[in-house]
């Protein structure tokens, strides 16, 4: 291979990268594993026929989807024995592209979870990036009637856990960064009378700490009991904000970063309707957050 060959197979990868990104990181909910897919895709990429591709993106999303689906078949299995709560590992969206900005929601990505590989992989290269049902067929090894199939069922259990209500008006980033910052100044402070005003009635918490850090084993319901658990979990942490901590977007949402005791780092994700804190995602664990260390330096 010429040097000029082996630059243009990079440049095309490196074209090619955030689309490849974007798929993996909604296929396996997690950061890591998508830069280690992508890793593995490269080196394919580099001893793949070139002359022989016309399309460079869709050979690279094929090599991509089924890296992916081996890697979910044991993802899936570890799942079944996480310790408490799963969450997505969080992905910075300050400065994202276009692809990954669509939808990389909470939302989306626990609705996924429900999915088999297929219906997972179907439904993110049709409905999400505009793949035909021929080049789902090609990069599933099925035909393009059972891609469609496996489209369509997917499409119904992702909108049947969507709520059918009319989305808010988007929160703008002002108001997410005040309502963002004073909930998380309470929380730790043990600032109740904040904490009743932020929080909506039937505001959710869940928390992940994969066995390697302190979090609740289940999903924590209603106003009074987030206020109750929050309120113990300021009295532990002495009433205090931690030294470091940064607000930022974390799949789309208003987020703080922060170094907790014993030097966890800690993402505390919000969702915010109507000026009222509807659900909080935290994720604790240690292999989760590594990567969003350096927004703390």
């Known amino acids: 291979m010429t040097a000029q060959t082996k630059d243009t197979g990079t440049d095309a990868f490196l074209t090619a990268r955030p689309r490849l990104f974007a798929a993996a990181y909604r296929m396996l909910g997690s950061v890591t594993d998508a830069e280690d897919i992508l890793q593995d895709a490269y080196l394919r990429w580099q001893s793949a ?9 869709g050979y690279l999303m094929r090599i991509t989807t089924r890296l992916c689906l081996d890697q979910l078949k044991s993802a899936r299995a570890r799942r079944e024995t996480y310790p408490g709560e799963w969450l997505p590992e969080p992905v910075l969206t300050d400065d994202a592209t276009d692809q990954l900005d669509h939808d990389v929601s909470v939302a989306l990505l626990l609705a996924l979870e429900t999915l088999s590989p297929l219906e997972r ?6 409905d999400i ?4 049902f021929g080049d789902v067929a090609s990069a599933l090894n099925r035909s393009p009637e059972a891609c469609r199939q496996l489209a369509t069922r997917a499409r119904r259990k992702v909108q049947a856990l969507r709520p059918d209500t009319p989305a808010p008006p988007a929160l703008d980033d002002d108001q997410g960064r005040t309502l963002t910052e004073a909930f998380f100044r309470a929380s730790k402070t043990g600032d109740t009378a904040t904490l009743t005003r932020l929080l909506a ?3 959710q918490m869940v928390s992940d700490g994969g066995g390697k850090a302190t979090a609740a084993l289940n999903p924590i319901f209603g106003q009074a009991k987030v206020l109750r658990l929050l309120e113990g979990l300021a009295r532990k942490g002495g009433a205090q904000l931690p030294q470091l901590w940064r607000f930022c977007h974390l799949n789309g949402l208003p987020a703080v970063v922060s170094r907790e005791e014993g030097g966890i780092v800690q993402a505390a994700a919000l969702d915010i309707t109507e000026g009222r804190i509807t659900r909080i995602y935290v994720v604790r664990n240690p292999d989760k957050t590594r990567h969003l260390a ?3 330096v």
């Open 49 to 57: 026929p070139k002359g022989e591709i016309l399309d460079a993106t």
């Open 121 to 126: 992989a179907a439904f993110l290269l049709h």
């Open 129 to 132: 990036f505009d793949s035909s």
């Open 201 to 203: 009635d039937g505001v």
């Open 294 to 296: 350096h927004l703390l």
